[in-house]
């Protein structure tokens, strides 16, 4: 959903009304390119989501109030120039340096609005509130629910009473506001802005001089925030590798740096052109992105095979209709039937797909990046003992009208931690560890300590009882 157009119109307004003056006087060139690019750019911010803190944080990483005023400055000049040269205007020096630095100074005022209004979106007064307002909504949506559960002033007072006892642990839970000030601080952007005005203000300075000396001096491309898109980048980085989610985002994301580097060293102020970046940019995006439908493409049908296997030969377990997803069936025995009748039919179609655009077997899963990688990141929810299990007992025999052999299920009913729940030797005992770096990663970012106080604890499967991982001893690698 886009922003409300009476916020964004105030948003935007002043910008609207530059452009709409420029082309009035008919001025054209690559500077009002520019700056209407930059102004398309902000609308389509405006339109894409309707999160003010989204909307702003990109609006600053971007830092388009400074480009867009920028080119405004820059275009109003070339016009004066063509204007004064063909007589068709008498020149006026200090009016076109006062309109453009009144450019400048409406920039730095919309970058510190916006900072305090996504500090007021990121508090925790204004979150909790908005957590209020949606349940509010859900019980006017989903009356009867609420009503089964005794009541939406019941449940209503539940909640809040809820979010008290879990504020005393975690005190942050709703406020965001360190985020913003460290992700979102906009003084490295006005820092730049505000020594170009100064520049601007200095007695006896020309509009045309102002321009000079900007370039000369490298102060226009400082004022592009290029420092602050270097440190997007490098937080890109470190998230995505704090998630390990796919290695190739990480590449992604390393690639990108590089190529800010290399352009910057390239550049006497050190400084990357933005429109050489942003084409290298999009054709590491271009490349990259094959690769990552790839691993993704084939993660997401190995990961369907293995679920097929764990619950069809969970399902001949004689106490499946007691567990889930069964017992929620409004027939659970009739239903672990089907799991039994149906499962090796779909298991055989993930495998034909799987060898038509992979090439790939069932054993070739193991062998496979993809695989590997989930498991040394700790994704891989099954343990090892269950995996060989399923490899070497349930998959030989996972085929269309064939039943599970019963000293087969009794083997496989000992994993499954019923009626001992503290015997789970089903899991991976190591799962809570991509939360666990992901904990660390937070509190270098935002300060020691920070995590915990939005978070509770990440907190490790005491009941699982099976081994960590031992990829050297795993024989199907």
């Given at each position: 959903?886009?922003?409300?157009?009476?916020?964004?119109?105030?948003?935007l307004?002043?910008?609207?009304?530059?452009?709409?003056?420029?082309?009035?006087?008919?001025?054209?060139?690559?500077?009002?390119?520019?700056?209407?690019?930059?102004?398309?750019?902000?609308e389509?911010?405006?339109?894409?989501?309707?999160d003010m803190n989204?909307?702003?944080?990109?609006?600053?990483?971007?830092n388009l109030?400074?480009?867009?005023?920028?080119h405004?400055?820059?275009?109003?000049?070339?016009?004066?120039?063509?204007a004064?040269?063909?007589g068709?205007?008498?020149?006026?020096?200090?009016?076109?340096l006062?309109t453009?630095?009144?450019?400048?100074?409406?920039?730095?005022?919309?970058?510190?609005?916006?900072y305090?209004?996504?500090?007021?979106?990121a508090?925790?007064?204004?979150?909790?509130?908005q957590?209020?307002?949606?349940?509010?909504?859900?019980?006017?949506v989903?009356?009867?629910?609420?009503d089964?559960?005794?009541?939406?002033?019941?449940?209503?007072?539940?909640?809040?009473?809820?979010?008290k006892e879990?504020?005393?642990i975690?005190?942050?839970?709703?406020?965001?506001?360190?985020?913003?000030?460290?992700?979102?601080?906009?003084e490295p952007?006005?820092g730049?802005i505000?020594?170009?005005?100064?520049?601007?203000?200095?007695p006896?300075?020309?509009f045309?001089?102002?321009l000079?000396?900007q370039?000369e001096?490298g102060?226009d491309k400082?004022?592009?925030?290029?420092?602050?898109?270097r440190?997007?980048?490098?937080y890109?980085?470190e998230?995505?590798?704090?998630i390990?989610?796919?290695?190739?985002?990480?590449?992604?994301?390393?690639?990108?740096?590089?190529?800010?580097?290399?352009?910057?060293?390239?550049?006497?102020?050190?400084?990357?052109?933005?429109?050489?970046?942003?084409?290298l940019h999009q054709?590491?995006?271009?490349?990259?992105?094959?690769?990552?439908?790839?691993?993704?493409g084939i993660?997401?049908?190995?990961?369907?095979?293995m679920?097929?296997?764990?619950?069809?030969s969970?399902?001949y377990?004689?106490?499946?209709?007691k567990?889930?997803?069964?017992s929620?069936?409004?027939?659970?025995?009739?239903?672990?039937?089907?799991?039994?009748?149906?499962?090796?039919?779909?298991?055989q179609?993930?495998?034909?797909?799987?060898a038509?655009?992979?090439?790939?077997?069932?054993?070739?899963?193991?062998?496979h990046?993809?695989?590997?990688?989930?498991?040394?990141?700790?994704?891989?929810?099954?343990?090892?003992g269950?995996?060989?299990?399923?490899?070497?007992q349930?998959y030989?025999?996972c085929?269309?009208f064939n039943?599970l052999?019963d000293?087969?299920?009794?083997?496989?009913?000992?994993?499954?931690?019923?009626?001992n729940?503290n015997?789970?030797?089903?899991?991976?005992?190591d799962?809570?560890?991509?939360?666990e770096?992901?904990?660390?990663?937070?509190?270098?970012?935002?300060?020691e300590?920070?995590?915990?106080?939005?978070?509770?604890?990440v907190?490790?499967?005491?009941a699982?009882?099976?081994?960590?991982?031992?990829?050297?001893?795993?024989?199907?690698k």
């Open positions: 959903m886009p922003l409300d157009p009476m916020i964004l119109d105030s948003i307004g002043t910008f609207k009304t530059m452009v709409e003056d420029c082309k009035e006087k008919k001025i054209t060139g690559e500077d009002f390119d520019a700056m209407c690019a930059c102004y398309a750019r902000m389509e911010l405006g339109q894409s989501t309707d989204v909307f702003n944080g990109t609006m600053m990483q971007e109030y400074g480009k867009f005023s920028d405004y400055s820059r275009a109003l000049g070339a016009y004066a120039k063509q004064y040269a063909s068709e205007k008498t020149y006026d020096d200090a009016s076109l006062k453009s630095l009144d450019a400048l100074k409406q920039s730095i005022q919309r970058l510190r609005d916006n305090k209004e996504m500090l007021r979106l508090s925790g007064e204004y979150n909790e509130a957590a209020e307002k949606g349940m509010d909504y859900a019980a006017r989903f009356k009867k629910s609420f089964q559960g005794g009541g939406f002033d019941k449940i209503k007072k539940d909640v809040k009473q809820q979010n879990a504020k005393k975690t005190p942050n839970m709703f406020d965001n506001t360190v985020e913003v000030e460290i992700l979102n601080d906009p952007l006005i730049p505000q020594k170009l005005i100064d520049l601007g203000e200095q006896g300075m020309t045309p001089r102002f000079r000396l370039i001096t102060l400082a004022m592009q925030g290029t420092g602050v898109m440190n997007g980048l490098v890109t980085l998230f995505t590798e704090a390990a989610a796919n290695p190739y985002y990480v590449d992604v994301a390393k690639r990108k740096i590089e190529a800010f580097d290399t352009l910057a060293a390239g550049n006497k102020y050190g400084i990357p052109d933005l429109k050489e970046l942003g084409l054709d590491i995006d271009h490349e990259m992105d094959a690769h990552i439908k790839k691993w993704d993660k997401r049908i190995w990961e369907k095979m679920w097929n296997l764990y619950d069809w969970l399902s377990a004689s106490f499946a209709p567990i889930k997803p069964w929620e069936a409004p027939n659970p025995v009739q239903a672990t039937i089907e799991t039994q009748e149906t499962t090796p039919g779909i298991f179609e993930w495998e034909k797909l799987l038509k655009y992979f090439g790939m077997s069932f054993m070739d899963i193991f062998k990046p993809t695989f590997a990688y989930d498991v040394d990141k700790n994704y891989f929810w099954l343990s090892q269950l995996t060989e299990f399923l490899i070497e349930v030989p025999q085929k269309p039943r052999p000293a087969i299920i009794q083997q496989r009913s000992a994993f499954y931690p019923f009626p729940a015997q789970d030797r089903e899991m991976n005992p799962l809570h560890l991509p939360a770096r992901y904990r660390v990663f937070y509190n270098k970012k935002f300060g300590g920070y995590y915990e106080t939005k978070h509770l604890p907190q490790k499967n005491d699982v009882i099976a081994e960590s991982w031992n990829w050297a001893s795993f024989k199907y």
